[in-house]
């Protein structure tokens, strides 16, 4: 499948000039395919969270723009990242979330891996009886392990293997929230939910880095949090988003609240944050609770939005739990018919992919331009290859 070539020129124009992507980039299925690889194999994807495998041993599977991946937690407590296929014959794996107690077996032939990936066994790969053969060499046929790094517990993933580290294409992000560099605590069943969005996933990304649409589609939040208490975070080549100068302390029925992060200052009282990584990662910040969206690609017209609440301290109350993961949970089901509304205008034919607004669209802009000087540099790649 060819993708076609589509026309990035007016995008990477000054926001005043620019428009947006084009059409294609939201319906059409090369171009899905060729995003797939400019945008998140090639670069620091969100997989999952590390919460998703708490204790030791603990596998969960998961496709990632079709490939089969596993993610587990090894005998050491390192969180890890492999393909979910036997070095055999490609047999998958783990088909459910568990615990692995012993080792990873297939349930093929039994050849059984270690949390490590090492191959450790081979039953009778030599014959009846005869679990070595000269010609196999377990030492080279341990499964494939993808590059990995966890930050705020998102486990991030680069498919290529040829990003530059984690720790340097983030550097500028993870300074601007170095006060909150400390323990992340998940905050259990309670504190997790998914929502399954009609739209492709860039436009939950355009739709979350951006405060212009506050009044219209958060009426709750943009009565104490107005617009005009809300200030741009634009990174170029990184990350955009926006900050708000007044953050209500979540308070529960009884007037119980979360503990705070340490040692932040006194700046953090009443600001919040909320930042896209890109290319798929929603991160909010606050003094007393923070969240990690975590954007699965299922296909070119729906997502899947993993989201994930923490606290600073492990102890905390469930039922305060439950009630703000049901406030995060209103306002982001307030987006929806956003995002699907714009994913279903992409089929309107002669759409130039709109203007922004130069006073308030920075964020999302700044995430087209990303967009498109990724694209343009792996079709570059893709010409120097022929």
């Not at 400019?38 to 969270?49: F, M, S, T």
């Not at 998961?62 to 490939?67: A, G």
């Not at 090492?118 to 590059?147: A, C, F, M, Q, Y």
Request: glycine fraction near 8%; charged fraction near 20%.
């Amino acid at each position: 499948m060819t993708a076609p070539m589509t026309d990035l020129s007016d995008v990477r124009r000054p926001i005043a000039r620019a428009n947006g992507l084009p059409n294609a980039h939201y319906t059409d299925a090369a171009v899905f395919a060729e995003e797939s690889q400019a945008l998140l194999a090639r670069q620091w994807a969100g997989l999952a969270v590390a919460a998703d495998v708490p204790a030791a041993g603990d596998a969960r599977p998961i496709t990632f723009l079709d490939m089969p991946l596993l993610l587990l937690r090894d005998k050491q407590g390192r969180v890890r990242v492999f393909q979910n296929i036997c070095r055999h014959r490609g047999m998958i794996l783990v088909s459910e979330p568990r615990r692995i107690e012993g080792a990873i077996r297939c349930p093929y032939h039994s050849w059984c891996y270690g949390t490590d990936g090492r191959l450790v066994s081979t039953p009778h790969v030599g014959g009846p009886g005869h679990n070595t053969h000269e010609d196999i060499d377990k030492s080279t046929l341990g499964l494939v392990e993808v590059r990995s790094h966890v930050w705020r517990d998102v486990v991030w993933i680069n498919l290529s293997g040829d990003a530059a580290p984690f720790e340097e294409v983030h550097a500028d992000l993870i300074a601007r929230w170095a006060a909150f560099d400390q323990p992340l605590f998940h905050g259990g069943a309670e504190s997790t939910f998914e929502l399954t969005v009609r739209c492709n996933w860039k436009l939950a990304v355009e739709n979350y880095c951006e405060s212009y649409h506050l009044p219209w589609v958060h009426p709750g939040l943009n009565s104490y949090s107005r617009l005009e208490d809300h200030y741009h975070i634009e990174a170029p080549d990184q990350f955009s988003g926006q900050g708000t100068r007044v953050y209500r302390q979540f308070t529960g029925a009884d007037g119980g609240r979360f503990p705070d992060f340490a040692g932040l200052s006194a700046a953090w009282d009443s600001a919040a944050e909320y930042i896209s990584v890109f290319p798929n990662v929603l991160l909010g910040v606050h003094r007393d609770h923070a969240f990690a969206i975590v954007l699965q690609p299922a296909t070119i017209d729906r997502t899947v939005e993993q989201v994930h609440l923490y606290y600073a301290t492990p102890e905390t109350d469930a039922d305060l739990r439950a009630a703000n993961a049901a406030l995060w949970k209103t306002v982001f089901e307030e987006d929806i018919f956003v995002v699907e509304g714009m994913q279903a205008g992409r089929n309107a034919p002669g759409f130039d992919g709109g203007r922004f607004s130069p006073a308030m669209d920075g964020p999302t802009h700044l995430f087209h331009d990303w967009v498109a000087t990724r694209i343009e540099a792996h079709r570059g790649t893709a010409r120097a290859a022929e």
